[in-house]
């Protein structure tokens, strides 16, 4: 079954007097459990997705199913409870908020959620220890290695376990052994059955995923699960 | 979020940032504590007068000459009238009405006092036995001025305490002789410290028989007629009464203006509300800028903070969520810095006290719960528009700035 279907899904920027079509004509659907690499040259439009698929940003046209249900016409509140439980953000720059420590960083989501606090520290406790962070629970992001962050950062994207992660060139401020690591956990993420969804345009990144997904002008270049579509 | 959460997260967001938060809380505690330290002042000021009225003495109404219309003295009334003058055969008179308890006569001046070796001047009232009952002095030594006819008046005096003091030292000054102007007085009496009432120090005052004193001053005028009613509920009668007798004796003419202390109390005290209210006033000016530097600070914070704005929805934070969060901080710089400033205010409070041990300045309670009320309120309100701002923001383009 389809975790994520896109069906014509278009995006329009308009920027002073021209209109940028970022997306054009979109349709893709993403197994549950997959693990797929958005790959592409800049202002490819793969961001563009992300976002979508995040539930960032609405598209102009067409519609978008996560687990079934249709999310393009929910209110931003409900898109916002959407993001909450049903989909992990990890990011190039990490965005820890500087001024919370590591554990507080992953506690986050689930205080945005209204979870107990007795409950969010026994979670955030469980993951912490999963993923190595136990000694640095008290450091703020500052005190932490790029590669630290990166595990925190990832820690929370999933604290709230999350169908889809979205992850947006996760390895791009890390060096190359840090960065394998890095992908190395969330490989292993997937490995547990959650979906996987990468933006990257390191070939080699790229490469490791199960499909790749090819865009330029905002269209879909190749889908390597698909390949008729390549032509 | 829970509310709880809600305001733990505020308060680690204005904690992080401890300078900015610092000055826009002192700012608030500055405009808190100018109303208070302004309205105890002004409070104070009219305690005092108030003290002051009381301390004249109950049930007492005063004559003083001259036709004074409610605006007060206006140059047709001095064109056009010539009062005659108060007599001591007036006041004489006043003592049969039926409403009046005790009259005493007042007239003042200023003269040289010579004793013991020392010279000095003095305020000099001339009055009769009457007084010390009306105005309720204490004596500190001997007693008051004879009961005798006004009209002539043995050669005594009764003098201030500070008097006592500064021309006879410790010593005991009852019996001594002392020259006034060109006449010689035999002390019989000390007044104990009072203290300010009705314009003059009484504690540096030499009080004579009337007589005594109009002959010095070559006069046959009275600066005040004292009257002490019989009871408070005769306040109204009184005034009627001298009125109206005063009016036979001087040929069918109101010349002469009756107060009572309640009627100037009154006066006063609206006057000194009404100053104390305006100073609330222009101090709550402060207050409107400390909330808008409070705005200022958490526009400021929120264009600081956007990436982590974008950061909190992508994580499924509801726009209410992150203008509750906003608010909250904005609320608390102006909580802590609304108690602060009103700490501040009343140790300033406390400090007037101690310098001027004799003024009551405490700012008044309407004056505390509107300077907290209005520093809430404008933080919260000027709170509205960053925390609006903040929950408006796109979460792409904000997770963009970082």
Do not use: C
């Amino acid at each position: 079954m389809s975790v994520i279907q896109l069906a014509g899904i278009e995006r329009v920027f308009h920027l002073g007097d021209s209109t940028v079509h970022a997306l054009t004509h979109l349709d893709v659907g993403i197994d549950a459990g997959e693990y797929v690499a958005i790959m592409g040259p800049s202002g490819s439009g793969k961001s563009t997705l992300l976002n979508l698929l995040g539930l960032l940003d609405r598209p102009n046209a067409g519609s978008y199913h996560l687990e079934g249900r249709d999310v393009t016409t929910l209110t931003p509140d409900e898109q916002a409870a959407v993001r909450s439980r049903r989909i992990g953000f990890v990011f190039q720059s990490f965005h820890l908020v500087p001024r919370l420590t590591a554990a507080e960083n992953i506690g986050l989501p689930m205080m945005l959620a209204g979870i107990p606090a007795a409950e969010r520290a026994q979670r955030v406790t469980q993951a912490l220890n999963d993923f190595g962070l136990a000694p640095r629970a008290d450091h703020r992001p500052d005190q932490l290695s790029g590669g630290q962050r990166q595990r925190v950062a990832i820690a929370r994207a999933t604290i709230m376990q999350p169908a889809v992660l979205l992850a947006d060139e996760p390895t791009g401020n890390l060096d190359r052994a840090t960065g394998d690591d890095v992908i190395h956990l969330l490989e292993t993420l997937n490995g547990r059955g959650m979906t996987l969804i990468i933006v990257t345009h390191d070939q080699k990144i790229g490469s490791r995923a199960r499909r790749q997904l090819l865009m330029e002008d905002g269209a879909l270049k190749s889908d390597s699960a698909r390949p008729s579509v390549a032509t | 979020m829970r509310n709880a959460d809600v305001l733990r997260f505020a308060r680690d967001a204005a904690a992080g940032y401890p300078l900015r938060t610092s000055l826009s809380v002192l700012a608030m505690a500055i405009g808190v504590a100018a109303v208070v330290v302004l309205t105890a002042l002004g409070d104070g000021a009219r305690r005092y007068v108030v003290n002051q009225f009381s301390s004249l003495g109950s049930n007492l109404v005063i004559v003083l000459p001259g036709r004074s219309a409610t605006g007060g003295f206006s140059p047709a009334n001095a064109l056009t009238t010539t009062p005659r003058d108060l007599t001591v055969d007036d006041a004489f008179a006043l003592t049969r009405l039926p409403s009046v308890r005790r009259v005493a006569p007042l007239t003042a001046g200023n003269s040289e006092i010579n004793a013991n070796g020392r010279l000095r001047e003095v305020v000099v009232a001339g009055t009769s036995s009457t007084y010390i009952d009306i105005r309720s002095f204490k004596m500190a030594a001997g007693r008051f001025l004879p009961a005798a006819d006004w009209n002539r008046g043995a050669p005594v005096a009764v003098i201030g305490s500070k008097i006592q003091e500064e021309i006879f030292g410790g010593r005991s000054a009852v019996g001594e002789l002392i020259r006034l102007g060109d006449r010689r007085l035999r002390i019989v009496g000390v007044l104990k410290s009072v203290g300010q009432g009705l314009g003059m120090n009484t504690d540096e005052v030499v009080f004579v028989p009337v007589g005594v004193a109009q002959s010095l001053f070559n006069t046959n005028t009275l600066f005040r007629v004292l009257i002490e009613a019989r009871s408070r509920d005769e306040l109204e009668a009184v005034k009627r009464e001298v009125m109206a007798a005063l009016k036979a004796r001087h040929g069918g003419e109101e010349d002469i203006t009756v107060i009572t202390q309640d009627a100037v109390l009154a006066t006063f005290d609206r006057l000194l509300r009404a100053l104390t209210a305006a100073v609330a006033g222009i101090a709550a000016i402060s207050l409107a800028v400390a909330g808008i530097l409070v705005m200022n600070v958490m526009l400021v914070a929120v264009t600081q903070r956007t990436a982590e704005i974008g950061l909190l929805k992508a994580l499924g934070a509801r726009a209410a969520t992150i203008r509750d969060a906003f608010l909250a901080e904005a609320a608390m710089l102006s909580l802590v810095g609304a108690l602060t400033g009103y700490g501040l205010g009343l140790f300033g409070a406390f400090v007037l006290r101690q310098i001027y041990p004799v003024f009551p300045a405490y700012p008044p309670d309407w004056a505390v719960v509107a300077a907290l009320g209005t520093a809430l309120g404008t933080g919260l309100l000027f709170g509205i528009m960053p925390a609006r701002r903040a929950a408006r923001l796109d979460p792409v383009q904000a997770l963009m700035k970082h």
